[in-house]
């Protein structure tokens, strides 16, 4: 088509997937060496029980800061990262990370606060994933109680009986699940139950609507109440206004997980905002 439309539009058209390509290109070069360059970072986000009020753990969230290209989102490496098979090593490293630092935090505080560690869908897939985190929670010494994976709905439904049989091997030594962005990919109902996942993640772009999209309200209390229902804890992800937390409090999801709440931040910042905690 882009031939009938003249030089100028095609030429245009070519010139930005080469920009895109060189950049991903570029990314993918500095991906390679930045984890023992040291250029990754971990941020905590918290989550917030309604039920206890209290903070009862946290999200693990990697951050990049290349010397060059300074902030790098994890929307834009993440995909790289995978299609590039540098992903396994990345969420490894991060997984590490994560469970030495929330155990020192434990040991500090004298608090018993779960991290919650997201999957990639090529890890989980991986033949030694589940020996991975066994391995993992082994060299940190980490309760696998307090240690909780997140999938998405799309990276349990690519194998359903594969992922089933993994989530039971991990679930049996402690390990907790929960099912990440739900309502985003293609999910099927009945295999939530099989799952056996034990928290459900109502995805940030339901939370936000709420204040805009009056079909918003009747999706988050359709899948709060799908979650009690199977017996799962709800985090509401994304809340960012009052009026969202109100909603969510009234329709009595347990956890809350937002920018009104906190933001993901560094381990010593963390530690800053738990002092202002009750
Ligand atoms: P996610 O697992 O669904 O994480 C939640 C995302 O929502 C985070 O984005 C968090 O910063 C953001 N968020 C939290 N509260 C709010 C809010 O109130 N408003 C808004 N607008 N956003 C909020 P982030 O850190 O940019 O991460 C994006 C995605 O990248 C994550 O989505 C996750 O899928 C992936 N990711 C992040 N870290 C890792 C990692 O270590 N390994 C893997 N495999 N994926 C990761
Ligand atoms: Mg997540
Ligand atoms: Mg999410
Ligand atoms: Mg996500």
Request: aromatic share 8%; net charge negative; with cysteine.
């Given at each position: 088509?882009?031939?009938?439309?003249?030089?100028?539009?095609y030429?245009?058209?070519?010139?930005?997937?080469?920009?895109k390509?060189?950049?991903?290109?570029?990314?993918?070069?500095?991906?390679?060496?930045?984890?023992t360059?040291g250029?990754?970072?971990?941020?905590?986000?918290?989550?917030?029980?309604?039920?206890?009020?209290?903070?009862?753990?946290?999200?693990?969230?990697?951050?990049?800061?290349?010397?060059?290209?300074?902030?790098?989102s994890?929307?834009?490496?993440?995909?790289?990262?995978e299609s590039?098979?540098?992903i396994?090593?990345?969420?490894t490293?991060?997984?590490r990370q994560?469970?030495?630092?929330?155990?020192?935090?434990?040991?500090?505080?004298?608090?018993?606060?779960?991290?919650?560690?997201?999957?990639?869908?090529?890890?989980?897939?991986?033949?030694?994933?589940?020996?991975?985190?066994?391995?993992?929670l082994?060299?940190?010494?980490?309760?696998?109680?307090?240690l909780?994976?997140?999938?998405?709905?799309?990276?349990?439904?690519?194998?359903?009986?594969a992922?089933?049989?993994?989530?039971?091997?991990?679930?049996?030594?402690?390990?907790?699940?929960?099912?990440?962005?739900?309502?985003?990919?293609?999910?099927?109902?009945?295999?939530?139950?099989?799952?056996?996942?034990?928290?459900?993640?109502?995805?940030?772009?339901?939370?936000?609507?709420?204040?805009?999209?009056?079909?918003?309200?009747?999706v988050?209390?359709?899948?709060?109440?799908?979650?009690?229902?199977?017996?799962?804890?709800?985090i509401?992800?994304?809340v960012?206004t009052?009026?969202?937390?109100e909603?969510?409090?009234?329709?009595?999801?347990?956890?809350?997980?937002?920018?009104l709440?906190?933001?993901?931040?560094?381990?010593?910042?963390l530690?800053?905002?738990?002092?202002?905690?009750?």
């Amino acid at each position: 088509r882009s031939k009938h439309r003249g030089d100028g539009g095609y030429t245009l058209f070519n010139a930005n997937i080469e920009k895109k390509n060189l950049r991903r290109t570029s990314l993918e070069d500095k991906l390679r060496g930045a984890v023992t360059a040291g250029h990754f970072l971990v941020y905590y986000q918290p989550q917030y029980s309604l039920e206890q009020k209290r903070v009862t753990g946290f999200e693990a969230l990697i951050r990049w800061n290349d010397p060059q290209e300074g902030w790098i989102s994890p929307g834009e490496f993440i995909p790289i990262a995978e299609s590039s098979g540098l992903i396994s090593a990345i969420d490894t490293w991060t997984l590490r990370q994560a469970l030495g630092t929330i155990n020192t935090l434990n040991r500090e505080t004298g608090k018993q606060y779960t991290i919650s560690v997201n999957v990639s869908a090529l890890q989980f897939r991986e033949e030694g994933f589940v020996e991975s985190i066994l391995a993992a929670l082994n060299a940190t010494s980490f309760p696998p109680e307090l240690l909780e994976l997140e999938i998405t709905e799309s990276t349990a439904m690519q194998n359903v009986s594969a992922a089933i049989a993994k989530i039971e091997e991990l679930s049996k030594r402690g390990v907790c699940f929960a099912v990440d962005d739900f309502g985003t990919g293609y999910s099927s109902l009945s295999y939530l139950n099989r799952l056996k996942a034990d928290t459900l993640k109502i995805d940030s772009s339901f939370i936000q609507e709420l204040d805009t999209v009056p079909e918003a309200a009747a999706v988050v209390t359709s899948v709060i109440a799908l979650g009690k229902n199977l017996g799962m804890r709800i985090i509401a992800e994304g809340v960012e206004t009052e009026a969202q937390l109100e909603f969510i409090q009234k329709h009595s999801c347990s956890i809350i997980q937002g920018y009104l709440f906190g933001r993901p931040m560094p381990f010593e910042e963390l530690k800053e905002f738990l002092k202002h905690e009750a």
